[in-house]
Nanobody, 115 residues
C-alpha cells in the first residue's frame, strides 16, 4: 500500500523559510516523477514543482527562484525548501506521484505566511 505523508508546515512571517517533507512507503520515489501542489482557500489545486527520476526539476513561475524541490533516495523522501515566503504562498501543500496510471496524494500540510 502506497502512503505519502507530508510534514513541515506551519506559521511563518513574510520573508521567512520552511522546509516541507514528503515521506513515502510502499513506493520507491526515485523511480517516478514527484510533485508538490498547493491549494489556497477557494482556489483550485496548483502545481508548484516537480522532480523527475533523473533529478530534473521544474517550477511554477510564481515560485521560481524561491522554492527548491529535492529528493533523498536513502530516506525515500522528497523535500520542498521554501524561501522568501509571501502571503500568497499561504495554502495547503500536497505531494503527489502517479506511477503506472495510479495517482497518490498525501494528506497535506498547512503553510500560513502572515505577520
Amino acid at each position: 500500500q502506497v502512503k505519502l505523508v507530508e510534514s513541515g508546515g506551519g506559521l511563518v512571517q513574510p520573508g521567512g523559510s520552511l522546509r516541507l517533507s514528503c515521506a513515502a512507503s510502499g513506493i520507491i520515489l526515485r523511480l517516478y516523477v514527484m510533485a508538490w501542489y498547493h491549494q489556497a482557500p477557494g482556489k483550485q489545486r496548483e502545481l508548484v514543482a516537480t522532480i523527475t527520476s533523473s533529478g530534473s526539476t521544474n517550477y511554477a513561475s510564481s515560485v521560481k527562484g524561491r522554492f527548491t524541490i529535492s529528493r533523498d533516495n536513502a530516506k525515500n523522501t522528497v523535500y520542498l525548501q521554501m524561501n522568501s515566503l509571501k502571503s500568497e504562498d499561504t495554502a495547503v501543500y500536497y505531494c503527489n506521484t502517479h506511477p503506472l496510471g495510479a495517482d497518490y496524494w498525501g494528506q497535506g500540510t498547512q503553510v500560513t505566511v502572515s505577520s
